[in-house]
């Protein structure tokens, strides 16, 4: 009649010895973000055109906003999935403007923030965004 018994106490003792409160994905430090910036300022004269892109203090590492089209913008942490807290760990948007890169582990995103290639597994973090008139609001919250 024990074993029934034993073989319960085993199954939840491997239970609990596998959750160790790990999160599932990157482990990119939690920081609070509630930016706002002018899509139209004249600090950021590439958020005017699709596929336009701007840095932006905030986040953990900075974030990075990009435009799809007028009524869409994405918003990224710069942190690297990859290694998010080594110090030359930080997503920019390639010169050839088709991709997002990270040079120190060479992990490589496309402009929606999706694995393309590189050592990374998880997608770039991203944040909500609402445009409300020319402000772009980035939370998340």
Same mark, same amino acid.
């Given at each position: 009649?024990?074993?029934?018994?034993?073989?319960? &106490?085993?199954?939840? *003792?491997? #239970?609990? #010895?596998?959750?160790?409160?790990? !999160?599932?994905?990157p482990?990119?430090?939690?920081?609070? &973000?509630?930016?706002? *910036?002018? &899509? +139209?300022?004249?600090?950021?004269p590439?958020l !005017?055109?699709?596929?336009?892109? #701007?840095?932006?203090p905030?986040?953990? /590492? %900075?974030?990075? &906003?990009?435009r799809?089209?007028?009524?869409?913008?994405?918003?990224f942490?710069?942190?690297?999935?990859?290694?998010?807290?080594?110090?030359?760990? /930080?997503?920019?948007?390639?010169?050839?403007?088709?991709?997002?890169?990270?040079?120190?582990?060479?992990?490589?995103? +496309?402009?929606?923030?999706?694995?393309? %290639?590189?050592? #990374?597994v998880?997608?770039? !973090?991203?944040?909500?965004?609402? *445009?409300?008139?020319?402000?772009l609001?980035?939370?998340?919250?």
């Amino acid at each position: 009649m024990s074993k029934p018994w034993a073989l319960f &106490v085993l199954l939840l *003792l491997l #239970a609990t #010895a596998c959750s160790d409160g790990n !999160r599932v994905g990157p482990h990119i430090p939690d920081v609070i &973000v509630d930016e706002q *910036l002018n &899509v +139209n300022s004249q600090l950021f004269p590439t958020l !005017r055109q699709d596929g336009g892109y #701007a840095y932006i203090p905030g986040g953990y /590492k %900075g974030i990075l &906003v990009v435009r799809q089209n007028a009524g869409q913008y994405y918003a990224f942490e710069r942190a690297c999935p990859y290694d998010p807290t080594a110090a030359c760990s /930080k997503v920019e948007v390639d010169p050839s403007n088709l991709f997002i890169v990270d040079d120190c582990c060479g992990s490589q995103f +496309n402009l929606q923030g999706e694995v393309t %290639g590189g050592p #990374a597994v998880y997608g770039l !973090r991203q944040y909500q965004t609402a *445009l409300m008139g020319s402000v772009l609001y980035i939370t998340n919250q």
